[in-house]
C-alpha cells in the first residue's frame, strides 16, 4: 500500500479509482461533498491524507499555499492573548487544535503561553502531517497528544485556523430557474475494469435544497450550502462542556455569502501559490476550499447552546489582541509580515474571527473593538 504515494502519476491514478468505484457504487452519480471530502481526506490519497507539502511560504518549498502562521510567528504570538485570556475565564489548561497544519501555530501558541497549558490536544485526520507537527512540537512533547476524532466530553479552549474552509460543501445550482445538486460523474475510460475513469464532469439533478437566503432575480446562480461545518459546530457544542472556541477563516456573513452578484460561488483550489477554479483536475494534488458563511456557523452554534462573543475581521482581532505592540519588539522581518496580517487589501478584512462560549460570553478582548456580530 506504501506505494500509492510515491509519485504523483501514481498518487492520482489510485485516487482515481477509487472516485470511480465511489460513483459506480452510488449509481454513476455523487455530490460534490462526497467528492470533495474523497479528494481531500481519502486515506493514503487524498490531498490531506497524502505526503505532498502544502504548507509553507514559498513555491520552491514544495508548499501549495501559506497561512498566517506559517506567514509571521508573530500571529500566534497574538491569538495566544485571546486564548490566555480565555482559558482564565473558564478555569481550564487544556487547548484544542483542529487542523494544525504543519505545527506552526501549536508552536506559538505553546512558546507563549507557556505553563498556562498543561495539555495541547490536536484533532488532525491526516497521518502525514502528523508526522509534521510532531517534529515541529517535539520540545513540547510532553503536552501534546494527538486524536483522530472529537471525544465525547472534553473541556478548555478551541481553536482552529483555516479548517472550516476545508469541510466538504454541497453544491447547489439555479439553472433556469429551477434549482438542481451539482455533483460529479465519470467520463467514460477504457472498460478493462482496471483502469481507472477518463476524468470528471459536472451534472446537475434536481433538488429540494436551497440557501437560506432567497436569491434575488431570475439569473442563473451557483452557490455552496455547509451542513457537514454546521454539522460540526454542533457536534462541539454537544461535546465542550466547558471553555470556549475560536475559528478563523475567510468567509462572510449570510447576506453577504448569498448576494444576488456572487452567482459563481466560492469554491477554489490551491497548488504551488495559485489559484484555480477546476476541482475536478489535478484531484489529490490540490487543495479544495471553499468560503465560509459565518452565520450558518453561528446559528448552529447557538441552536446547540454556545453562546456568540463576537465576530470579526482577522485585522480588527489581533489590533484588538495587541498585535502592534508584540511587533515593536519583533525582528524587521517580523515586522513586515504585520501588513498581510492586518490590511483590508491582504488577509484582514477577508479573514474573520468568530468566538463561541460555554455559558454567558464574557467581553473578550479579541472583539472590543469592531464586532460584527450584528451582522450575522
Given at each position: 500500500m506504501?506505494?500509492?504515494?510515491?509519485?504523483?502519476?501514481?498518487?492520482?491514478?489510485?485516487?482515481?479509482?477509487l472516485?470511480?468505484?465511489?460513483?459506480q457504487?452510488?449509481?454513476?452519480?455523487?455530490?460534490?461533498?462526497?467528492?470533495?471530502?474523497?479528494?481531500?481526506?481519502?486515506?493514503?490519497?487524498?490531498?490531506?491524507?497524502?505526503?505532498?507539502?502544502?504548507?509553507?511560504?514559498?513555491?520552491?518549498?514544495?508548499?501549495?499555499?501559506?497561512?498566517?502562521?506559517?506567514?509571521?510567528?508573530?500571529?500566534?504570538?497574538?491569538?495566544a492573548?485571546?486564548?490566555?485570556?480565555?482559558?482564565?475565564?473558564?478555569?481550564?489548561d487544556?487547548?484544542?487544535?483542529?487542523?494544525?497544519?504543519?505545527?506552526?501555530?501549536?508552536?506559538?501558541?505553546?512558546?507563549?503561553?507557556?505553563?498556562?497549558?498543561?495539555?495541547?490536544?490536536?484533532?488532525?485526520?491526516?497521518?502525514?502531517?502528523r508526522?509534521?507537527?510532531?517534529?515541529?512540537?517535539?520540545?513540547?512533547?510532553?503536552?501534546?497528544?494527538?486524536?483522530?476524532?472529537?471525544?465525547?466530553?472534553?473541556?478548555?479552549?478551541?481553536?482552529?485556523?483555516?479548517?472550516?474552509?476545508?469541510?466538504?460543501?454541497?453544491?447547489?445550482?439555479?439553472?433556469?430557474?429551477?434549482?438542481?445538486?451539482?455533483?460529479?460523474?465519470?467520463?467514460?475510460?477504457?472498460?478493462?475494469?482496471?483502469?481507472?475513469?477518463?476524468?470528471?464532469?459536472?451534472?446537475?439533478?434536481?433538488?429540494?435544497?436551497?440557501?437560506?437566503?432567497?436569491?434575488?432575480?431570475?439569473?442563473?446562480?451557483l452557490?455552496?450550502?455547509?451542513?457537514?461545518?454546521?454539522?460540526?459546530?454542533?457536534?462541539?457544542?454537544?461535546?465542550?462542556?466547558?471553555g470556549?472556541?475560536?475559528?478563523?477563516?475567510y468567509?462572510?456573513?449570510?447576506?453577504?455569502?448569498?448576494?444576488?452578484?456572487?452567482?459563481?460561488?466560492?469554491?477554489?483550489c490551491?497548488?504551488a501559490?495559485?489559484?484555480?477554479?477546476?476541482p475536478?483536475?489535478?484531484?489529490?494534488?490540490?487543495?479544495?476550499?471553499?468560503?465560509?458563511?459565518?452565520?450558518?456557523?453561528?446559528?448552529?452554534?447557538?441552536?446547540?447552546?454556545?453562546?456568540?462573543m463576537?465576530?470579526?475581521?482577522?485585522?480588527?482581532f489581533?489590533?484588538?489582541?495587541?498585535?502592534?505592540?508584540?511587533?515593536d519588539?519583533?525582528?524587521?522581518?517580523?515586522?513586515a509580515?504585520?501588513?498581510?496580517?492586518?490590511?483590508e487589501?491582504?488577509?484582514?478584512?477577508?479573514?474573520?474571527?468568530?468566538?463561541?462560549?460555554?455559558?454567558?460570553?464574557w467581553?473578550?478582548?479579541?472583539?472590543?473593538?469592531?464586532?460584527?456580530?450584528?451582522?450575522?
Open positions: 506504501g506505494s500509492v504515494t510515491k509519485g504523483p502519476e501514481i498518487l492520482t491514478t489510485a485516487l482515481d479509482r472516485l470511480g468505484e465511489a460513483i457504487r452510488a449509481g454513476g452519480w455523487i455530490g460534490f461533498d462526497r467528492f470533495m471530502a474523497l479528494a481531500l481526506y481519502a486515506p493514503g490519497l487524498g490531498y490531506y491524507a497524502n505526503s505532498s507539502r502544502k504548507f509553507g511560504a514559498m513555491p520552491d518549498s514544495g508548499s501549495d499555499f501559506v497561512t498566517a502562521p506559517e506567514l509571521s510567528p508573530l500571529f500566534g504570538q497574538t491569538l492573548v485571546q486564548v490566555g485570556e480565555a482559558l482564565a475565564q473558564t478555569g481550564t487544556t487547548v484544542w487544535e483542529f487542523g494544525a497544519g504543519s505545527g506552526a501555530l501549536a508552536l506559538q501558541l505553546l512558546d507563549t503561553l507557556g505553563d498556562q497549558v498543561k495539555h495541547y490536544r490536536i484533532v488532525d485526520l491526516s497521518g502525514t502531517l508526522a509534521r507537527q510532531q517534529q515541529t512540537l517535539a520540545r513540547h512533547a510532553a503536552k501534546v497528544e494527538w486524536l483522530d476524532a472529537l471525544p465525547e466530553q472534553m473541556q478548555g479552549v478551541v481553536v482552529g485556523n483555516e479548517v472550516l474552509d476545508a469541510m466538504p460543501v454541497n453544491l447547489i445550482a439555479r439553472v433556469g430557474g429551477q434549482w438542481y445538486e451539482r455533483g460529479v460523474v465519470a467520463l467514460p475510460g477504457p472498460s478493462d475494469g482496471a483502469t481507472p475513469p477518463a476524468g470528471w464532469a459536472w451534472e446537475d439533478r434536481p433538488t429540494d435544497r436551497r440557501p437560506p437566503l432567497d436569491i434575488d432575480g431570475p439569473h442563473d446562480y452557490t455552496e450550502i455547509h451542513p457537514q461545518a454546521e454539522a460540526f459546530v454542533a457536534t462541539l457544542a454537544d461535546r465542550l462542556t466547558r470556549a472556541a475560536f475559528f478563523i477563516d468567509g462572510f456573513p449570510e447576506s453577504e455569502y448569498y448576494h444576488p452578484q456572487r452567482h459563481m460561488g466560492t469554491v477554489m490551491h497548488r501559490h495559485q489559484a484555480d477554479a477546476d475536478l483536475v489535478d484531484v489529490g494534488l490540490k487543495d479544495i476550499t471553499a468560503h465560509v458563511n459565518f452565520t450558518g456557523i453561528a446559528l448552529a452554534a447557538q441552536d446547540a447552546g454556545l453562546s456568540v463576537g465576530y470579526c475581521s482577522q485585522g480588527r489581533l489590533l484588538n489582541c495587541g498585535l502592534l505592540t508584540l511587533s519588539q519583533a525582528s524587521v522581518a517580523q515586522r509580515s504585520v501588513g498581510m496580517l492586518i490590511h487589501h491582504e488577509m484582514g478584512e477577508l479573514f474573520k474571527v468568530v468566538g463561541l462560549s460555554v455559558g454567558e460570553p467581553d473578550a478582548i479579541g472583539f472590543r473593538e469592531g464586532d460584527r456580530s450584528h451582522t450575522l
